[in-house]
Nanobody
């Protein structure tokens, strides 16, 4: 069983920055890859960024140059640094991981809301 807990969301003005955290427990954190997704209600979840167990990070084209994914294995935490925020970044942000076989399972956090005011 894996638990993912997001934090760090909150109201921010356009052009501002925010850092989200995803704290993980229940498994060897250093072996886990973690994704960040976001979802506007009524729409599909959009992949924002991913960081592998080997610390290789990628972000979506829509946020490239503004968002950075990083991890701190000593703290069992993955971060999403969001800079130059835009009103269209307003949504709920979730972290996710997938545990491979022999017991495959997707795990999601409950999400954290990021409203960006214009």
């Amino acid at each position: 069983q894996v638990q993912l807990v997001e934090s760090g969301g909150g109201l921010v003005q356009a052009g501002g920055s925010l850092r989200l955290s995803c704290a993980a427990s229940g498994r060897v954190f250093s072996s886990m890859y973690i994704d960040w997704y976001r979802q506007v209600p009524g729409s599909q979840r959009e992949l924002v960024g991913t960081i592998s167990s080997g610390d290789s990070a990628n972000v979506a084209d829509s946020v490239k140059g503004r968002f950075i994914v990083s991890r701190d294995n000593a703290k069992n935490t993955v971060y999403l640094q969001m800079n130059s925020l835009k009103p269209e970044d307003t949504t709920i942000y979730y972290c996710h991981t997938y545990i491979p076989p022999p017991s495959p399972m997707d795990y999601w956090g409950k999400g954290t809301l990021v409203p960006v005011s214009s």
